[in-house]
Nanobody
Framework: QVRLVEFGGGSVQPGESLKLSCSTS????????VAWFRQSPGQEREALLC????????YYIDSLKGRFDGTKNRAKSMVSLQMDNLGPDDTAIYYC?????????????????WGQGTQVTVSA
């Protein structure tokens, strides 16, 4: 059974860092991509980046480069998202999701399994 579970969210102050983790089971990270999405209140869910089969980051928001970094640990079936220099605009529910096939995409319809989400709040 495929399952993804996010954890590591919380409340931080502007400028601080946070690391989210996504524990996966039921599929092999070697054959699928895993993406991070977020959804702010009243906003559409947006794709942040996808870790492809080999673990390279494919960014869907250019401004995140140098601030957000995704990593894959196949041995632990874990995917992580390191977020630095957070600001109030980063406040959202963050989700990890598995690709339907081997290809990363910015479209949520190309992902078939999702975690439940973890809340990140950035405020002074």
């Amino acid at each position: 059974q495929v399952r993804l579970v996010e954890f590591g969210g919380g409340s931080v102050q502007p400028g601080e860092s946070l690391k989210l983790s996504c524990s996966t089971s039921g599929f092999d990270l070697h054959y699928y991509g895993v993406a991070w999405f977020r959804q702010s209140p009243g906003q559409e869910r947006e794709a942040l980046l996808c870790l492809d089969r080999v673990g390279d980051n494919i960014y869907y928001i250019d401004s995140l480069k140098g601030r957000f970094d995704g990593t894959k640990n196949r041995a632990k079936s874990m995917v992580s998202l390191q977020m630095d220099n957070l600001g109030p605009d980063d406040t959202a529910i963050y989700y990890c999701a598995k690709t339907v096939d081997t290809t990363c995409s910015s479209s949520s319809t190309d992902y078939d399994y999702w975690g439940q989400g973890t809340q990140v709040t950035v405020s002074a």
